[in-house]
Structures are given as C-alpha cells and as structure tokens.
C-alpha cells in the first residue's frame, strides 16, 4: 500500500493486480498503456450495465461479468470503451473465463488507442470479493489522509489562538503536513504567501477560494508530486475556512461589496419588497428592471469563480454575485424589452465559461421585476436539487418546467398508471437487457425529435440512435411523432426518468 512519507495516500493498480482476491481471478493485462500499473484506483465497482460511464467519477476500476460486452457489434465494444476512457476511470478487467471467445483484438487495440488499461480475467472469481478487499484499503487509505488534515488544521487553529495569523508561519505548516508546495494569492492576483518546494511536472493539484464576508478574498493553491489529489482536495476544502480567519483582520470589503452582499442577503433569503427594493438602490442599480438569478456549484476545488463572475460581467450585464454556503449565486439585472435575448446570451457565456471545469450551474426564469429575484433563485436551486447538471454543465430552469411541475403533483400514485400505459413496454425491456432506451427517448424528445442532436448529446454514433429509435418504436407500436400524443408522451418519459433516479447527487457527492 503506497502510504508513504511524502503525504501519498493511494492504492496502485499495480497492489490491486497483487491482492490476494484478484489474483484469484488469474489477472492478465492485455493493453499496453503507459503508466498503467502507477494508475490510482479510487474505487473497485461491478456492472455489466453498458452504458455505466456517465455514472463513474474517475479513478475506478470497474469489474465486467464480459458476456454482455463481448457480444456486442465491434463498433459498439469500441464506442464502449471510448466512453469508459473518457471518465478517466484506473482500468476495464473483464472476465474472460468459462467463456467461448477471448477478448478481440479490436477491442486490445481501441483500449490502446483510448489510454485505457485493459485487464482479462481468466479465472472466475467472486467480484464482491475484489471490490470489498479493495475499497476496504481506499477507505482505510482516505482515513488517514483525514488525519492528517485534522492534526494541521488543529496546529493552524492552536497558531492563530496563542500567536496571531501570521500567514508565512501557516503555510509552512501546511506545506509541511502535505508534503506539497503551498501558495495563497489575492483575489486580484497580488502575491499573499508562498511555501515548500516547487513541483515540476506531473503530480496533483487542489485549488480552494478563501471566502470572508461573502467575498472572495483569496485563492489557496496546493501541489504535489503524489498522482493521486484526494489528500489536497480533501486539505483545499478544511483549510479554506481556517485561512478565511486569518484573512479576516487584513480584508476588508468596499462599501459597493457590502451594498451588494446585503442585497443577495436579502434576495436569497426571501426579503421583504421593501427591503429589496431600498437595497437594489443602494447597489446601484436602476428601479423596474427585469432579473435572473443564477447558481453555480463545485464538487472539486478547481473551479475557479472568480473567472466565472468576470466573464459574465464581460457579457455587459450588470451581474451582482455574491458566495453563499459554498456556492456562487449571480444576480442579473436586465432591461425589461431584451430580458429574453439577454438571457440567452447570459447561458451562452455561462456555459462557455465552466466547461471543462468542476463546475456546474442552473439558471431560474426571468422574473419582470427584480423585486422578485427570489422566484428565480428558488427555481435555480430546486434545477439544481434535480441533480441535473453534470461538471462542466449550465442547466435552464425553463427546460425543466415539466419536471417541477410532476414534482409538485402531491400524489404520484395518480400518474402512475399513464407512465406504465405510455412507456411500459420500453421501462420493462430496459430491466430486462440492462440497456437505457429510456433515457435515449428523453433525450431525444428534448431535444425536439433530433436525431443528430441526441446522438451527440449522448456521445454515440448517428447510426446507434437510429437503432435505439427503432426499438423504440417497436415497443411503442409506431413513430411517436405520428401518434397525436407527443406531450403526453413526453411527459411521461420525464415522469419515469424521475422516478427511476428521483435525485441524482450532485457531482463528488458519493465518496465512491
């Protein structure tokens, strides 16, 4: 186990490889990619669903029974493991054994390709095993990264007790009880602090936004030449509020912040019109304009939000933002005849801006008076609460208004007999075959009947969605289009989707 004095805590596939319930499984690596044995395994999971990517975080290494994978088209064995290597997971083992083929070539060399270590399991064993063996030594491992976090987060508080805030001594703790290279930078780019040695290369990297009085004050950056983050992140998330009170006899708002964090106060707290209104004036900000309120969300500490409110202010909108129980919530004020265009574009850079990040966010409707900003932040958060925006995604309450609209039905039992008259035929051969035609339907009614745009939407080949389609309609006995009951239709697939994921947790939430 590589828990090792430089403040590493991980497990190798190279120790998995070696552990006594996977060498039961007469493990054979059939890929050839770089590093595979130093890959981090964050988690072992099991399935032989074949569309399980979107549910991975990154770092797994996911165990497959290979009957259903194996019997696929070759195209769709490729498409498979396109989509596993994209989510970055440790590696693909897939049980060969008892079985009348071996793993094809095609499939070696699209793992090769894709950087995605490809392992055969020639011998049955049994995968609860593997998966408890193994992620009972990540949870061990996590444990005592806990440790340590807690011990140098009490020496930080002991230090600021007993001696003052003194920044340089804080961080060479910190760097000290990591292992990593430490820096502390203003919110304007000026240079707080710096300590440790400087990491070059390859390593990990955790970057947490120091908050006082609702502002950004400052942001922490640690490094490490460990591969593996968790002990950064989990160190990034503790240390931010410890360092806040550091921070918090140096920083001082301008009265503009303080007009404008009193005024998302009041907003997200659901303040008086009164109230609102003399606040909104003391923001500057003109009587009898229209608003959008906006929330953005991370699991992880690379999220920079900083970058988020300058490139939305960028759009020429007059954005107030204000941070709030971890999150960045973005009040929009805009002119009553353009709401609707100015919104649009506000979604545009919003999704431009946290793409590829660990970032995501929803936006609520436009409300005609600012007064009622906080319509629109609770239909932002109840999108959000939805669980449907993934890391680097911008959802619009308004494309979701179907489902808060099932959502408010107080009894569901009453639409439950139109899902199972509507979609029944596709939700039962979903159970039965492990795929997801279900959310293939979905995704292809929101997006307007769009064969195209669902495919990419979903990330598989035009031809695939058509197949799906196809299906589909075989289930349903016809084309939906031509039936006369789209909405209905549609509105029960959202109702079904709903029920079956009722509230996916937001991204990181599982520690899995």
């Known amino acids: 186990m590589s828990h090792i004095d430089d403040g590493t805590f991980m497990i190798t596939l190279a120790e998995v490889l070696a552990s006594d319930a996977m060498s039961a499984a007469d493990p054979m690596l059939r890929s050839n990619v770089p590093g595979t044995l130093r890959r981090v395994v964050r988690w072992v999971h099991s399935s032989e669903v074949l569309e399980i990517a979107p549910l991975l975080r990154g770092g797994e290494l996911l165990l497959s029974g290979g009957e259903a994978l194996l019997a696929l088209p070759p195209q769709e064995q490729e498409e498979y493991v396109r989509s596993l290597a994209a989510r970055n997971i440790a590696a693909l083992a897939v049980q060969t054994a008892d079985q009348a083929i071996t793993l094809p070539e095609r499939l070696i060399a699209a793992a090769n390709e894709n950087g995605l270590p490809l392992i055969d399991l020639r011998a049955v064993a049994p995968f609860v095993d593997i998966a408890e063996t193994v992620n009972r030594l990540v949870v061990n491992e996590q444990a005592d990264a806990h440790l340590v976090v807690d011990d140098v987060s009490r020496r930080i508080a002991r230090q600021i007790t007993d001696r003052g805030p003194h920044l340089p001594t804080i961080l060479d703790m910190v760097a000290g009880a990591l292992a990593a290279e430490v820096s502390l930078t203003a919110a304007d780019g000026l240079h707080l602090g710096h300590s440790g040695a400087a990491v070059e290369g390859e390593g990990s990297k955790a970057v947490a936004g120091i908050v006082v009085g609702g502002q950004l004050a400052a942001q922490l950056t640690l490094r490490s030449t460990s591969p593996d983050p968790f002990l950064l992140e989990l160190a990034a998330d503790r240390l931010s509020s410890i360092l806040a009170l550091a921070l918090a006899q140096a920083f001082r708002p301008t009265p503009a912040q303080i007009a404008d964090a009193r005024l998302l106060e009041a907003v997200i ?25 906006a929330v953005f969300h991370t699991s992880g500490r690379e999220a920079n939000f900083s970058a988020v409110e300058r490139a939305l202010q960028a759009g020429g909108t007059n954005a107030k933002s204000h941070l709030w129980d971890g999150e960045l919530a973005v009040l929009f004020a805009l002119p009553r005849d353009n709401a609707r265009k100015a919104r649009e574009e506000l979604l545009r850079i919003a999704r431009d801006t946290v793409r590829g990040t660990d970032a995501c966010a929803a936006f609520g409707p436009t409300v005609a008076d600012g007064l009622r900003a906080h319509e629109s932040y609770v239909e932002a958060q109840a999108t959000l609460a939805l669980g449907l925006p993934e890391a680097g995604e911008v959802s619009d309450a308004m494309k979701f208004l179907t489902r808060r609209i099932l959502g408010a039905v107080p009894d569901p039992g009453f639409l439950e007999v139109y899902v199972r008259s509507s979609v029944g035929e596709v939700l039962a051969w979903d159970r039965k075959h492990g795929t997801a035609l279900l959310a293939s339907l979905l995704c292809w009614l929101d997006s307007g009947c769009n064969t195209t745009a669902s495919a990419l939407t979903l990330n598989i080949e035009r031809q695939t969605m058509h197949k799906r389609l196809n299906k589909i309609e075989d289930l349903l006995g016809g084309d939906p289009r031509t039936s006369g009951n789209l909405l209905e239709l549609h509105i029960a697939a959202s109702l079904a989707a709903a029920t079956r994921n009722p509230r996916r947790a937001r991204p990181g939430a599982n520690p899995g």
């Open 269 to 293: 707290e659901g303040g008086g019109a009164r109230t609102i209104q003399t606040l909104w004036l003391q923001a500057g900000l003109q009587p009898g304009q229209a608003a959008v309120m």
